[in-house]
């Protein structure tokens, strides 16, 4: 039973440059949330994606945007990327018709912005 | 106040030892609780999710307190396997973490 995939493992961007991070979900899993962990920080929530809408958003500006595709994988998209968005983002698949079923997170992707 | 807010730590135990956790939570409307262990470098592995009336798995026991928003964990009988940081979460109703708690088990 495949778990949650994302690529790329690593990144590393410059200052302005736009990135695009990718999440396959847990099979038989229909939403994929979205973190971004900052060092010695717990993850912080950027939004979810249910039936390809963006169903929540948490307090991050609109460069940060996102896509649920029809087979339910997702992707993140950071615009004009400051030395701030150098972080582990993370996605998490669950499964149900809650909002917060319970989350299973793939391995992340570690950005660096340069 | 933080919305999530957990001990501190670092916590250094030796094997053998138990271990309590303790996060506090500022929405008295939150449903959803959980505990993650996330090892260095590591992505969060959900390690138990909370129960009104308690539960345990193992030498892990979790319980929420909903008149004073807290949950907790016990772990005992620790295991060097257990170092790792801790983490609580807590839906807002957006899904919010505590920032972890450390915990060492030495020999």
């Known amino acids: 039973d495949a778990g949650v995939t994302q690529s790329p493992t690593h990144l590393i961007k410059t200052r302005g440059q736009q990135v695009t991070l990718r999440c396959s979900p847990k099979s038989g899993h229909d939403t994929v949330s979205w973190y971004q962990q900052a060092l010695g920080q717990g993850p912080q929530f950027i939004f979810q994606y249910y039936e390809e809408e963006e169903r929540q958003r948490g307090n991050f500006p609109d460069r940060f945007s996102g896509h649920q595709f029809p087979n339910y994988s997702s992707e993140l998209n950071v615009n004009a990327l400051l030395l701030g968005d150098s972080a582990l983002y993370l996605c998490?698949?669950?499964?149900?018709?809650?909002?917060?079923?319970?989350?299973?997170f793939g391995p992340g992707t570690r950005l660096l912005v340069l | 106040r933080k919305e999530v807010e957990q001990d501190p730590g670092p916590f250094n135990v030796p094997e053998g030892a138990t271990v309590a956790f303790n996060c506090t939570y500022s929405?008295?409307?939150?449903?959803?609780f959980f505990w993650y262990r996330q090892d260095c470098r590591k992505e969060p592995k959900l390690l138990m999710s909370v129960y009104s009336s308690g539960n345990e798995d193992g030498r892990f026991t979790a319980q929420l307190n909903r008149a004073s928003q807290y949950i907790s964990l016990l772990i005992r009988d620790s295991k060097l396997s257990d170092s790792a940081t801790y983490l609580c979460?807590?839906?807002?109703?957006?899904?919010?973490f505590g920032a972890g708690t450390r915990l060492t088990v030495k020999p």
């Open positions: 979460a807590v839906n807002f109703p957006t899904m919010r």
């Open positions: 929405n008295s409307a939150s449903q959803s």
């Open positions: 998490a698949s669950s499964g149900g018709q809650g909002v917060w079923e319970t989350q299973y």
